[in-house]
C-alpha cells in the first residue's frame, strides 16, 4: 500500500508569502491534484504534462470569476516552477 502523495511536501521549497496565502496554495494545489487525478489517473504532479494543467485553468475554471482564476494560475505557477519546467500559462 503506498503513501498518498503530500503537496505540501512538494511545494515547499517554492511557497513563500504569509500563512493565509501558503495555506491557499495548498488548498488549491490539492483541488488541482484531485481533478487530474479524476480525469487522467495521474496522481503525482511528477507525471503530469503541461496538457494537464492547461485543461484545469480552461476546463475547470471556466465558470469561475477572473479572480478566482488568476489565484489558480498563481498557484499552477508554483507548481510549474517546483518541476522546474518551463511552460508558461495565460488566463
Given at each position: 500500500m503506498s503513501k498518498p502523495f503530500d503537496m505540501k511536501l512538494f511545494l515547499a521549497g517554492v511557497l513563500t508569502g504569509s500563512q493565509a496565502t501558503r495555506r491557499r496554495h495548498l488548498?488549491?494545489?490539492?483541488?488541482?491534484?484531485?481533478?487530474?487525478?479524476?480525469?487522467?489517473?495521474?496522481e503525482t504532479p511528477w507525471v503530469w504534462?503541461?496538457?494537464?494543467?492547461?485543461?484545469?485553468?480552461?476546463?475547470r475554471l471556466k465558470q469561475r470569476s477572473d479572480d478566482t482564476r488568476y489565484?489558480?494560475?498563481l498557484t499552477v505557477r508554483l507548481i510549474v516552477r517546483r518541476l522546474e519546467a518551463s511552460w508558461v500559462f495565460g488566463i
Open positions: 488548498r488549491q494545489a490539492t483541488i488541482i491534484q484531485a481533478a487530474i487525478a479524476e480525469r487522467w489517473q495521474r504534462q503541461r496538457k494537464h494543467l492547461d485543461w484545469f485553468l480552461k476546463s489565484y489558480y494560475l
